[in-house]
Structure formats: C-alpha cells, structure tokens
C-alpha cells in the first residue's frame, strides 16, 4: 500500500529501511497534530480560546476597556481579541453588521434586531 518496504531482514533481525525512518518522521509529526487538535477542542469548549470582538466609543475604549482587556488576555491567552474604538456614531453603524461581538456606545441606539444589555457601575477616579 505504501510502495515501498518498511523493513529489510538481515538475519534473524528485522532493519526499518531508510524509506521507513522517513516515514516515520512524517507519522510521528501528524500525530502531534491530532493531540493539538485535541487540545485546541478542549481550550475552545472551556472558552479559553477563540476570539472576541470589541467595538467602542474612544472614551471607553481607551480609559475603561483597556484594563479589563489585558486582564481578560492574561486569563486566556489563547483568546484573539480586538479592541476597535470608533465614535458612537460609528460603532452604532456596525451593530447591524455583526463585525463584533459586543458594542459600546452612546445613547441613541436604535434596538430592533439587537440584544441590549445596560449596565450601571460605579466608577472611581485614581487619584494618582
């Protein structure tokens, strides 16, 4: 099936042939790659990796989302994410597009067709 010989017998034993080594090298290599699918399947199915999107306007996106971001990446690094910061008017443009997966802006939005969650949080300057 393969074409070629796997072994030559010299004796009683049994030698891979030089077809066979490089065979082998090839096995051994797409094995780790099915024990990297496996574990890509796993990072993914605890939402450790894959990708997040993130649409803002520059006053969130620059001041409040910048922290939360880079801890959210040192908890998953195998996580993609995009910071885009874009007026309201912008990122209220793209909401029907679906480019991200969550977007901040500025009221007025128009909800028909969106999944809209409104938060209130109490937010404290550093004095430093």
């Not at 780790?32 to 969130?60: C, F, K, T, V, W």
């Not at 996580?79 to 443009?93: A, H, K, M, P, Y």
């Not at 909401?95 to 991200?100: D, E, K, L, Y």
């Amino acid at each position: 099936m393969l074409g070629f010989s796997l072994f030559e017998r010299s004796g009683n034993r049994l030698r891979p042939t030089s077809e066979a080594i490089a065979f082998r090298a090839e096995v051994d290599r797409t094995l780790g790659r099915i024990d990297d699918l496996a574990s890509a399947a796993a990072l993914l199915r605890e939402g450790q990796s894959g990708s997040l999107a993130i649409a803002s306007h520059p006053m969130a996106g620059v001041t409040l989302l910048t922290p939360v971001v880079a801890s959210f990446v040192r908890a998953r690094p195998h996580v993609r994410v995009q910071l885009i910061t874009r007026n309201s008017d912008v990122v209220r443009g793209m909401f029907p597009s679906r480019m991200h997966d969550i977007g901040i802006c500025e009221l007025p939005i128009d909800p028909s067709g969106l999944n809209v969650t409104r938060y209130r949080m109490q937010c404290v300057r550093d004095p430093a």
